[in-house]
């Protein structure tokens, strides 16, 4: 299997999994609807352990852009496989949003709620403040990116470290989820927020793109940045782009402090 399927076929499954757990939760008349936050957390926690079981062994199961660009701005994987494997990403979670689609066929009429409908493929802020939801999404994938880091420089028991990792995704859910749905992965939002745009659901409604940038640049920064910080805070490599970086979050979360501080006097 090349890289490309295998990243292709890794993200297809981390879709199915996650926004099948989504769906199971918010669309009329499943068996699970209304099983709440804690499901959909340790859904997605199993839906990346299963991809990166499944193909972990042939690309390194990164399943993610965010994740590709932060190991190669450190060196940890080469700059001209960037393109091929970002592109697997998005065209698997594209197909795996469509699978989800096909498995909840009576579900989408039974659904008026056009939001839970667009909650199944992409994410949408509890409260809808650009800055602040970015903020959000820059933790959030900083915290999974350090936590990447730290595992590889562990040893676990052969096997192991798919479990631990999805773990951390479970854990970055239910402590730093809850603002925007934790998107953490750009091919996880985009792609599945392309299927929904075009596939005929009944009742759909808009699919949001005026939000479509944060769950993509909010990973990225987030991204680079966690793995720029541990290469200077665990390494000693204190590189230019650390500091780029470093000036660029600080500028955009004060700006996002300073936008809901005047919300606040107004």
């Known amino acids: 299997m ?26 009329k008349k499943t068996k699970a609807e209304g099983a709440g936050w804690i499901v959909i957390t340790i859904g997605w926690g199993l ?45 698997g979670a594209i197909i795996g949003a469509v699978i989800v689609f096909f498995l909840y066929l009576p579900h989408w009429r039974e659904t008026k709620d056009q939001a839970a409908k667009l909650g ?14 970015l903020v959000s999404e820059i933790i959030g994938t900083f915290v999974l990116i350090m936590g990447l880091l ?17 773990l951390l995704i479970t854990a970055i859910g239910l402590s730093l989820g809850a603002t925007t749905g934790y998107a953490i992965n750009p091919a996880r939002d985009l792609g599945p927020r392309i ?3 075009f596939l005929p659901i009944i009742g759909k409604g808009s699919s949001n793109w ?14 680079v ?3 720029l910080f541990y290469q200077a805070i665990f ?14 979050i600080l500028v955009i979360f004060i700006a996002a402090a300073s936008k809901e501080l005047k919300k606040g006097d107004s």
Not at 120 to 133: E, M, R
Not at 235 to 248: E, G, L, Q, Y
């Open 150 to 166: 730290f595992i590889g420089a562990n040893q676990f028991t052969e096997g192991l470290n798919p479990v631990i990792v999805g």
């Open 47 to 91: 839906a990346v352990t299963m991809g990166v079981y499944a193909v972990g062994s042939v690309s390194g199961a990164h399943l993610n852009p965010a994740v590709t660009l932060a190991f190669a701005a450190i060196g940890q994987f080469p700059w001209d496989k960037v393109p091929l494997f970002i592109s697997a990403q998005v065209i």
């Open 210 to 223: 005026s939000y479509a940038w944060v769950p993509i640049v909010g990973p990225i920064i987030g991204g």
């Open 2 to 27: 090349s890289e490309f399927l295998a990243e292709l076929i890794g993200t297809m499954i981390l879709i199915i999994f996650g926004g099948g757990v989504v769906g199971g939760v918010v669309l």
């Open 235 to 248: 390494k000693a490599d204190f590189s230019a782009a650390f500091w780029i970086f470093s000036v660029i």
């Open 120 to 133: 199944v493929f992409a994410t949408d802020p509890a409260i809808h403040s650009p800055l602040s939801n």
């Open 225 to 227: 940045y966690g793995a």
């Open 195 to 197: 299927a929904h745009a």
